[in-house]
Nanobody, 123 residues
Framework: VQLQASGGGLVQAGDSLRLSCAAS????????MGWFRQAPGKEREFVAA????????EYADSVKARFTISRENAKNKVYLQMNSLKAEDTAVYYC?????????????????WGQGTQVTVSS
């Protein structure tokens, strides 16, 4: 299983970005997917997750109402729409595939990880 995250970049505060995560290999649409991020000098933190069907989503409080996670199972892709970006959103963003169908907040429930895409928000 390979996960390829893309869509990061340098933007100004208040701007939007859409991250994509393309899954290849033995994937299928039967696993929950998540986005995590890690800022310099900080631990990796949960951002958002979506269940295999897309029917259940979870968000960190810091991004709720600004970020939206979605998926297109037919394309094996997961997205993270990020609006009203803030300087504190600056981090490397990683997508990950969960162990089962659920939308987990715990990074330990994720088996495969992508390489990450840098998001930098200037204030």
């Amino acid at each position: 299983v390979q996960l390829q995250a893309s869509g990061g970049g340098l933007v100004q505060a208040g701007d939007s970005l859409r991250l994509s995560c393309a899954a290849s290999g033995r994937t299928g649409s039967i696993y929950g997917m998540g986005w995590f991020r890690q800022a310099p000098g900080k631990e990796r933190e949960f951002v958002a997750a979506v269940s295999s069907s897309g029917g259940t989503t979870e968000y960190a409080d810091s991004v709720k109402a600004r970020f939206t996670i979605s998926r297109e199972n037919a394309k094996n892709k997961v997205y993270l729409q990020m609006n009203s970006l803030k300087a504190e959103d600056t981090a490397v963003y990683y997508c990950a595939r969960g162990r089962t169908v659920w939308a987990y907040r715990d990074a330990n429930e994720y088996v495969y990880w992508g390489q990450g895409t840098q998001v930098t928000v200037s204030s």
